[in-house]
């Protein structure tokens, strides 16, 4: 597959934002907030903390985070302004600015916890990315990913399902194409774990789930 450039993947982005939420209930087969809510809830986020949600397209996983620990001060990131307008509307309560996670502009050691979901498969520069993320993070912070898991015969079966679902349910078959080959190139867990290691994480946990379908890591900042 040709690497799409950040661009592209950008207008892709703005492109589905309005049938994001749909798709996305659709393509996880009702099991999208489940998903979500079971990687928050294993960050065991203290109250009054800093979080930021990268990549945080229509803001599920800030949503999720306000609802489990409303004291928390919660900042949404994402590069396509479309999905930004998305997120905000879901969720007045929470502050979105539009930058490149290979480029954030906040000062060292600001968040208590950063999160990502389905983010990092997308993302070119993904040392970079780890990058801003480390220097974005406190002493001790803790570093969520989340997405698709292993390369096994249930995640071939379900490929097949995305694609029959999404020929059902929509006309614009090319960013679900684009998903499932991005899908099939990215790093397995245990070696994005041996990544987030070599851009100086300390590996905290993870967990696989849904016949290891999805995945999600914990790794934590160094003490400073
Ligand atoms: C598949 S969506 C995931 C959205 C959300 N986290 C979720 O779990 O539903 C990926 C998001 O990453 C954003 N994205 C991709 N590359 C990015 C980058 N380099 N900087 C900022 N956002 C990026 C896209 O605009 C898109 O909204």
Same mark, same amino acid.
């Given at each position: 597959? /040709? ?5 592209? $993947? @950008? ?14 209930? =659709? ?17 065991? =986020? ?17 949503? &999720? =985070?306000? /609802? ?45 916890? $950063? ?28 570093? %969520? ?15 097949? &399902? =995305? %694609? ?15 998903? $499932? %080959?991005?899908? @099939? ?7 994005? $774990?041996?990544?987030? /290691? ?24 160094? /003490?400073?």
């Amino acid at each position: 597959m /040709k690497n799409k450039s950040n661009l592209e $993947i @950008r207008n892709m982005f703005d492109k589905i934002s309005q049938k994001y939420d749909f798709m996305n209930n =659709i393509i996880s087969l009702g099991l999208n907030e489940f998903v979500k809510t079971q990687a928050i809830k294993a960050l065991n =986020i203290k109250p009054n903390s800093k979080v930021l949600d990268l990549c945080c397209g229509s803001g599920d996983l800030g949503k &999720i =985070i306000k /609802k489990l620990q409303p004291s928390c001060d919660v900042i949404g990131v994402d590069f396509s302004q479309n999905m930004i307008e998305l997120a905000r509307k879901k969720n007045p309560n929470i502050t979105y600015r539009q930058m490149d996670v290979t480029s954030l502009a906040f000062e060292k050691n600001s968040f208590d916890y $950063i999160v990502m979901g389905f983010g990092l498969r997308n993302i070119q520069q993904k040392n970079k990315a780890l990058e801003e993320i480390y220097r974005t993070l406190k002493s001790e912070g803790q570093f %969520l990913h989340l997405d698709f898991g292993k390369h096994n015969i249930y995640s071939k079966i379900y490929d097949s &399902i =995305i %694609l029959f679902l999404v020929k059902f349910f929509t006309k614009n078959t090319k960013p679900y194409k684009y998903l $499932i %080959l991005s899908k @099939r190139n990215f790093l397995e867990p245990d070696e994005l $774990i041996e990544i987030f /290691k070599f851009n100086k994480f300390k590996y905290y946990t993870h967990k696989n789930l849904l016949f290891n379908i999805i995945s999600y890591q914990i790794m934590k900042k160094n /003490k400073i």
